[in-house]
């Protein structure tokens, strides 16, 4: 990522471009450059290696337990796609009632609708 960072900063620099018209960019290394910054700033090496395992042991992890349920997960989805269509239908129903209910400025009928759902609250 820091290569990413630099490749970005200098890259621009180069083309005559400001770096801030292009904040998505920066904006996406900022957590990385932050983590850098804290292990650079550890007293030992190994506090600065040990920050920055953690740091890719949370990234990776996620991802690794999602392609260990990758193969069920398809399995369901296999046996779901019969029903796709009416979901999808249902969902454009419900996506344009709630349209119309913003458009007359009725949203709030909604609630009394759902007031069954209370009970669930903190």
Not at 6 to 14: I, Q
Not at 37 to 44: G, I
Not at 52 to 72: D, E, H, K, N, R
Request: hydrophobic share 55%.
């Amino acid at each position: 990522m820091l290569i990413r960072a630099a490749l970005l900063v200098f890259g621009a620099a180069e083309k005559g471009q400001d770096v801030i018209k292009r904040p998505a960019s920066i904006a996406e290394l900022t957590p990385q450059i932050e983590i850098l910054a804290l292990a650079a700033e550890r007293e030992t090496l190994f506090q600065g290696m040990f920050l920055l395992a953690v740091y890719s042991a949370g990234l990776a992890i996620p991802f690794l337990l999602t392609s260990l349920g990758l193969g069920q997960f398809l399995k369901v989805y296999a046996g779901f796609r019969k029903h796709l269509q009416a979901v999808e239908v249902a969902s454009g129903v419900l996506l344009i009632g709630i349209g119309v209910l913003m458009a007359f400025n009725k949203f709030t009928v909604l609630s009394g609708y759902l007031t069954f759902l209370n009970r669930f609250s903190l």
